[in-house]
């Protein structure tokens, strides 16, 4: 396992169109994170999951986003309708949280899905 | 009011020179704090923890000033190698456990 994957890395859509990421994180961590970044911000919290349970869901996350993690190990981020303002990197982290805090907030980033909304 | 906040720089600083960044967090609460480094066009990876006590980590040094809710992140003799933005992050703990806050971290460039 050579670390989080994510696919696609480029996703050019039209306005309207439903797009869907896919991560693999590293096979033994048990959390897996959704984040967005734009450019010149900080990667934005978006939904997170603790094997197959989504546990927090961001604010930012609309009726139009939906995550799912169905087996506790690779998860898909689906965006429909997509919008303009959807544009952005979505990155997928994972980690190994055993305890409240112990190893959980050690994230690995996969390299990222750059979507771009025409 | 923004859960972290973070100069975003840039910082532009010759070879060797010494540079600080500083961090503030918005919640009293929060629990664990790090430094994350992002090269350009690339993911984020961890740097540091950042420990009350203050940390080390060779030219690197991180300091936690829980009653100013204030980090910072010391980087000594830099390399040109250190360019890139640096993310303060912070976890709150509580009903949040699970989320990470990332500032819009401060960039640097270190020139020959």
């Known amino acids: 396992d050579t670390g989080v994957s994510q696919d696609p890395r480029h996703k050019i859509t039209k306005r309207g169109q439903n797009v869907t990421f896919r991560c693999d994180p590293i096979?033994?961590?048990?959390?897996l994170y959704w984040y967005r970044q734009t450019l010149g911000q900080g990667p934005e919290f978006l939904t997170y999951?603790?094997?197959?349970?989504?546990?927090?869901k961001s604010r930012l996350l609309s009726d139009r986003f939906s995550a799912e993690r169905p087996k506790g190990s690779f998860s898909t981020l689906e965006i429909q309708r997509t919008e303009q303002g959807d544009s952005a990197m979505y990155l997928c982290?994972?980690?190994?949280?055993?305890?409240?805090?112990?190893?959980?907030?050690?994230?690995?980033f996969g390299a990222g899905s750059r979507l771009t909304v025409l | 009011r923004k859960e972290v906040e973070q100069d975003p720089g840039p910082f532009n600083v010759p070879e060797g020179a010494t540079v600080a960044f500083n961090c503030t967090y918005s919640?009293?609460?929060?629990?664990?704090f790090f430094w994350y480094r992002q090269d350009c066009r690339k993911e984020p990876k961890l740097l540091m923890s950042?420990?009350?006590s203050g940390n080390e980590d060779g030219r690197f040094t991180a300091q936690l000033n829980r009653a100013s809710q204030y980090i910072s992140l010391l980087i000594r003799d830099s390399k040109l190698s250190d360019s890139a933005t640096y993310l303060c992050?912070?976890?709150?703990?509580?009903?949040?456990?699970?989320?990470?806050?990332f500032g819009r971290g401060t960039q640097l460039t270190v020139w020959p």
């Open positions: 982290a994972s980690s190994l949280g055993t305890g409240i805090l112990s190893g959980a907030n050690v994230l690995t």
């Open positions: 096979s033994e961590h048990n959390r």
């Open positions: 999951f603790q094997n197959e349970a989504q546990l927090e």
């Open positions: 919640n009293s609460a929060s629990q664990s």
């Open positions: 950042v420990y009350s």
């Open positions: 992050v912070v976890n709150r703990g509580g009903s949040t456990l699970g989320r990470l806050y």
